[in-house]
C-alpha cells in the first residue's frame, strides 16, 4: 500500500514538473549558486577542529577536536564580545526591522502617484551606498564637531559642540541608526510590493461599512500582509550573529572599540590579520549554532501564535 502511495506521489510530482517545466528551469541557476557558494564552503568547517596548515590542507592537518572552542570560551573578553553583538543586533533588530514596515504603511497611504513614487525613490538611494561611503557622510558631515550638521545646530541653539565619535555611549545608536538610514528603503520596497496584492475591494467594502484609514491599516492591510513580514523577520532572526563587518569597521576606533567590537570584526583581527584560521572558523561554527537555535525556536513560536513560518 505504502508502495502504490509512493508511485502516485513521484508520478504526481514529475507530471507537476512537466506542468511547470519553464519555472523550473529559471530556479536551476539559484539552485547551482547555492549548491556552489553555500553548501560546497560548508565542508570547510572541518578546519575548526583541525590544526589547519594552509600547506597541509585539510586531510593532513591534525585533528583536535573541540581544542578551539575551548580557547574562544576562555578568551578574556569573550563575554564582552558577545554582549556587544547580542545587544547591538538586538537593537537593529527591534527599529532597523520595524523602520521599514512603518515607512512602507506610511508610504502607501499617500493618494497622490508622482509624490510617491519620488518619496519611494528617495528613501531607496542610500540603500546604494557603501559603507564606507555611509561611514564617510555620518562622520564628517553630520558628527564632526566643527562641519557636522548636527554639531552646526547644536552651536546655534546655545550648546558645546559633541565629539560623538569618540563617545562609547554614543557608538552603539550611530551604528543602528545608520543602517536604518542606509536600509529601510529597501525594506520598504518588499513591503509595498506585499501591499500591491490587497485587493481594492476590501478597502472600498470597508469604507462602506464606515472604517476610516487606521481601521483599513488595522484590519484589512497589516493581516494580509503577516506572511511576508514573518518570513523576513525570521530570515532576520536566523543572521542575528552577522551583524556585518563593514557596518562595524567604519565607525570603530579606538575610544569605541570595546562597545563595537563584535565576532565580525574580532574574526577579520583574528583570522585575516594574525592567520588564526582554525580558530576563526569555529567562531562562526558558533554564531552558525546559536543563529540556527535563534531560527528554530522563532519559527516554532511563529507558528503557535500567527500561524506562519519558514517551515
Avoid: C
Avoid at 219 to 237: A, E, K
Amino acid at each position: 500500500m505504502k508502495g502504490k502511495k509512493d508511485a502516485v506521489h513521484k508520478k504526481q510530482m514529475f507530471q507537476d514538473i512537466r506542468r511547470h517545466k519553464a519555472l523550473y528551469i529559471m530556479v536551476i541557476p539559484g539552485v547551482i549558486y547555492f549548491i556552489i557558494f553555500k553548501y560546497i564552503p560548508l565542508l570547510g568547517n572541518i578546519i575548526a577542529f583541525q590544526d589547519y596548515d594552509i600547506f597541509d590542507g585539510f586531510w593532513a592537518s591534525k585533528f583536535v577536536g573541540l581544542k578551539h572552542f575551548k580557547i574562544l570560551f576562555q578568551y578574556r573578553d569573550f563575554q564582552r564580545i558577545l554582549g556587544n553583538t547580542l545587544i547591538i543586533s538586538f537593537y537593529d533588530l527591534i527599529f532597523g526591522f520595524t523602520a521599514p514596515l512603518i515607512l512602507a504603511l506610511l508610504i502607501n497611504e499617500i493618494g497622490n502617484g508622482v509624490f510617491k513614487k519620488v518619496v519611494q525613490q528617495v528613501v531607496y538611494l542610500p540603500h546604494f551606498l557603501s559603507w564606507t561611503i555611509m561611514g564617510g557622510i555620518v562622520i564628517t558631515q553630520l558628527l564632526s564637531p566643527s562641519q557636522g550638521l548636527i554639531n552646526l545646530l547644536l552651536q546655534k541653539l546655545g550648546y558645546e559642540p559633541i565629539y560623538f565619535m569618540i563617545q562609547p555611549q554614543y557608538a552603539r545608536a550611530i551604528v543602528v541608526l545608520s543602517g536604518i538610514w542606509r536600509d529601510t528603503g529597501y525594506g520598504t520596497v518588499v513591503y509595498l510590493a506585499a501591499m500591491t496584492a490587497v485587493s481594492p475591494s476590501l478597502y472600498e467594502a470597508a469604507a462602506l461599512d464606515g472604517a476610516g484609514k487606521f481601521k483599513q491599516l488595522l484590519y484589512i492591510t497589516l493581516p494580509s500582509i503577516v506572511p511576508i513580514v514573518i518570513t523576513l523577520f525570521l530570515i532576520r532572526i536566523g543572521h542575528f550573529m552577522d551583524f556585518g563587518f563593514e557596518r562595524i569597521w567604519v565607525f570603530s576606533n579606538a575610544s569605541t572599540t570595546p562597545v563595537l567590537e563584535t565576532f565580525d570584526t574580532y574574526i577579520y583581527k583574528a583570522g585575516i590579520l594574525e592567520g588564526r584560521f582554525s580558530y576563526t572558523t569555529a567562531i562562526g561554527v558558533f554564531k552558525s549554532i546559536v543563529g540556527f537555535i535563534f531560527l528554530f525556536f522563532g519559527n516554532k513560536l511563529s507558528r503557535k501564535f500567527t500561524g506562519e513560518g519558514l517551515y
